[in-house]
């Protein structure tokens, strides 16, 4: 579609196809199914009025802030949607396959004998400080590369967007809560006893002291979705921000190196994540990263030949083409 570029083509393509998951998979757990269907119509028919909008008045401040940032304001909406969406096909979580997975491969719960093994305040204060990090690299990167050269921020918002919406595609299909089950239950299911750990020591009061502690507890009561740890998107997405860190900010690329391999850690010391979901995170960026690459690439050249523009795609340099 004319106008359309990369971004726009996942987003859109996203919004119509959990639309069309709602329509033929809802059962009696969406009991709004006719109201998500018509948030759905409706952003899409929002979104696409906005890109002609904007290509009708490109220099538009407010159009053109809002057509380069759009995607990022829907991550949380779709994010907390897959939660009122995951018991369409599997009924229940799949958090029992995880704890005796983990089980087999290390001999132990992880997740909780991390935290047992450093109950101390500044452990605390560290590793939440570090998955609370994950926030800071997608502003941050995003930021930096937008105020930089756009064309790379473009690049950028693509491979994040497109990461987020596989991942949460496979939330809805594969719902897994992860270790905070332990300690914190989720309403409407119990996990088994058979897959119970026992004992499960209480979370250290120093660790519970920690500010850092607190401000993550904040987070996960407002915005948590519940059914959506495998694979790790916090990992997924850490390690896409790093990507670009080490492709266009190289200056802080070891810093942000760091940042990541403490984030990792974290997912496991914070009861968010298995093991599993961190080895699975990293697998889809892995895979996705040279994926969204070369469907980026593709959709460029194509948008770049039938606008007339030079070329930009992922390889460019600070100066080349910065549509806007």
């Not at 859109?12 to 709602?22: K, T």
């Not at 907390?80 to 958090?95: C, F, H, K, P, S």
């Not at 948590?224 to 492709?247: C, D, N, Q, R, W």
């Amino acid at each position: 579609m004319k106008h359309y570029t990369f971004i726009d083509y996942i987003t859109q393509g996203y919004v119509a196809l959990v639309a069309l998951i709602i329509l033929l998979l809802h059962n009696e757990t969406v009991r709004a199914w006719p109201l998500l269907l018509l948030a759905h119509c409706t952003c899409l028919g929002l979104v696409h009025l906005l890109i002609h909008a904007h290509a009708a008045r490109p220099q538009q401040q407010v159009l053109r802030f809002v057509r380069h940032f759009y995607p990022i304001l829907l991550y949380t909406g779709f994010y907390r949607e897959t939660g009122a969406l995951n018991q369409m096909v599997y009924i229940g979580y799949l958090d029992p396959f995880f704890i005796r997975l983990e089980e087999r491969l290390f001999g132990f719960q992880p997740s909780i004998a991390f935290m047992q093994l450093l109950p101390f305040r500044w452990a605390g204060e560290l590793f939440y400080a570090a998955y609370f990090s994950y926030y800071v690299m997608i502003s941050g990167v995003g930021l930096a590369l937008f105020l930089k050269n756009r064309q790379q921020f473009f690049h950028y918002v693509s491979i994040v967007s497109f990461v987020f919406y596989l991942c949460y595609l496979t939330y809805i299909f594969t719902p897994v809560i992860g270790p905070r089950l332990f300690y914190r239950p989720v309403a409407g299911y119990q996990l088994p006893a058979q897959a119970t750990p026992n004992p499960i020591p209480p979370i250290p009061t120093p660790v519970q002291s920690a500010v850092f502690y607190k401000i993550m507890a904040v987070i996960y009561d407002i915005f948590e979705s519940p059914g959506a740890a495998f694979p790790s998107s916090h990992i997924a997405v850490a390690l896409v921000t790093l990507y670009f860190s080490f492709k266009y900010l190289r200056q802080i690329r070891y810093i942000h190196l760091g940042a990541v391999m403490l984030l990792c850690l974290s997912t496991v010391y914070g009861h968010y994540h298995y093991v599993v979901d961190v080895i699975g995170g990293a697998a889809t960026a892995l895979v996705l990263v040279p994926l969204g690459n070369w469907l980026y690439a593709r959709a460029e050249m194509s948008v770049n030949r039938a606008t007339g523009t030079a070329l930009a795609v992922p390889d460019s340099e600070p100066g080349q083409s910065t549509r806007s």
